[in-house]
């Protein structure tokens, strides 16, 4: 395990202890006064390791860099582009690099082979947000807390509510809280290849109002329970053109389950879909992803026991300018079995690790997970998804990039794999879409209704 600065959580795992309720969440002034000075605003270490492969973070890559031809409505150039390749992780090279693996990474070398590798590049930690996204979680650190069990967040607002986090179910909430602006639209595509490479690429549209956002908004409370407003339209292909998935969710899970329907065009019917939560197949996923893996996890975590691991350096992608680039098409990312690595980037990265396991007489087709969170945006970047035998079935694998016109740290899609057929998803790529809009100032709340999709899904 890493070295840990964080006391509280230092403490937790020396005792192996996974808590499952709000005992532990508000931490006092002396430990908020740290972020901003030995932790990053939201809680990482703010300095770098011992042989300076992993640097201090200086506040990360707040705006466009000078060298590189940005412009507002463009998609983002890579600012490091010239960066040399440091050396490449491959199957007959992986045990030199074992105790800097992931589960999932270990997983992917050792069933595919030669095809997949790792290019490793120098670590630049690039990941940022707004000052009032900052100022957001030093007070959150002081006034957040678990709702009992653990099923929803009291008191915090905007940012991450546990920037110093006393638990696992803590550190979750952490990931699922994630900051975009207030209102967002984006436009992203999706393939499921067979084993030998060909694919249909869905298109869809997809927008949100994030309350938890909102800057008018002073605590969770003010949120009528309502997080997030969601709606996602698929366009392409003709088949699932006109599909709609409204979701309205809950900040207090215990109080009120996510709320979602579904808009079909075959039957020109809205429908409540309470089967969009937990292992239920992913909408477009070709049953590549259960619906609270979409993402790395989302959804009610009361169906697991959770534990933190501890935090340890890893390769892990960062900065995947390449892989989001608008000069490549789908073609050039899609391959057999697993994505093109040519075009993607790891670095050496600090890594939160937390284990979710099956709550005995609770269902669920993943009986244990183990999840891989970056150090400086909380965002899983890595899972291990194991069957009801134990058995390593599916991983995921996330592409992070810091979208440094806003600035927040973004990503440029996620991969997932399932190592028992050779076949895997690869979700929210927008090389050939246009830029997402972070600034959607036009989205009403009354658009988020069940009468509003089925206007959308018929046009």
Same mark, same amino acid.
Request: net charge negative.
């Given at each position: 395990m890493g070295k840990m600065r964080n006391t509280a959580v230092a403490t937790l795992v020396a005792a192996g202890l996974g808590l499952t309720s709000a005992a532990y969440a508000k931490v006092p002034d002396s430990q908020a006064a740290r972020l901003g000075r030995d932790l990053t605003p939201l809680g990482a270490e703010k300095g770098g390791n011992a042989d300076g492969s992993i640097p201090a973070w200086t506040g990360g890559l707040s705006s466009p860099p000078a060298h590189v031809n940005f412009q507002a409505g463009m998609h983002h150039p890579d600012p490091f582009a010239s960066d040399p390749i440091l050396f490449t992780i491959n199957a007959g090279n992986a045990a030199q690099y074992a105790d800097k693996l992931t589960g999932a990474h270990k997983a992917l070398l050792d069933v595919y082979g030669s095809s997949y590798f790792m290019p490793v590049y120098k670590t630049h930690r690039t990941c940022t947000f707004p000052e009032n996204v900052f100022a957001a979680a030093r007070n959150n650190a002081k006034v957040g807390e678990l709702a009992p069990g653990g099923n929803g967040v009291e008191g915090a607002i905007m940012s991450k509510p546990f920037p110093i986090p006393n638990s696992a179910f803590e550190i979750i909430w952490n990931h699922m809280l994630v900051f975009i602006n207030y209102k967002a639209t984006r436009q992203y595509a999706a393939a499921v290849p067979t084993a030998s490479g060909d694919y249909t690429l869905y298109t869809v549209q997809d927008e949100a109002i994030v309350a938890w956002n909102d800057p008018t908004k002073e605590k969770a409370e003010d949120l009528d329970n309502i997080w997030a407003l969601y709606i996602a339209h698929t366009v392409a292909p003709a088949r699932r053109a006109g599909n709609v998935v409204l979701v309205h969710e809950t900040i207090n899970m215990a109080e009120q389950p996510r709320l979602a329907w579904q808009y079909s065009p075959g039957t020109r019917r809205v429908r409540r879909a309470p089967n969009i939560a937990y292992d239920n197949p992913g909408v477009n996923s070709d049953g590549m992803f259960t619906v609270d893996s979409l993402g790395g996890y989302n959804g009610s975590p009361n169906r697991y026991d959770w534990t933190v691991i501890g935090k @340890?350096?890893?390769?892990?992608? #960062? @900065?995947?300018?390449?892989?989001?680039?608008?000069?490549? =098409?789908?073609?050039?990312?899609? $391959?057999?079995? /697993?994505? #093109? +690595?040519? /075009?993607?980037?790891?670095?050496? +990265?600090? $890594?939160?690790?937390?284990?979710? #396991?099956?709550? &005995?007489?609770? *269902? /669920?087709?993943? $009986?244990?997970?183990?999840?891989?969170? +970056?150090?400086?945006?909380?965002?899983?970047?890595? =899972?291990?998804?194991?069957? =009801? *035998?134990?058995?390593?079935?599916? =991983? +995921?694998?996330?592409? &992070?990039?810091? $979208?440094?016109d806003v600035p927040l740290c973004a990503g440029a899609g996620m991969a997932y794999y399932d190592l028992t057929n050779g076949r895997y998803l690869m979700g929210g790529m927008t090389n050939q879409e246009p830029p997402v809009n972070f600034y959607a100032t036009e989205l009403r709340e009354d658009r988020y209704t069940p009468a509003s999709i089925r206007r959308l899904g018929v046009r």
């Open positions: @340890n350096e890893y390769y892990l992608p #960062n @900065n995947n300018y390449r892989l989001a680039s608008d000069a490549l =098409t789908y073609d050039d990312i899609i $391959a057999p079995r /697993h994505i #093109n +690595q040519e /075009h993607t980037r790891y670095e050496l +990265q600090r $890594a939160w690790v937390i284990e979710a #396991n099956l709550k &005995p007489a609770t *269902r /669920h087709v993943y $009986a244990r997970r183990v999840m891989y969170l +970056q150090e400086d945006s909380w965002g899983i970047i890595a =899972t291990e998804l194991y069957d =009801t *035998r134990g058995e390593l079935w599916r =991983t +995921q694998e996330g592409f &992070p990039k810091t $979208a440094y």
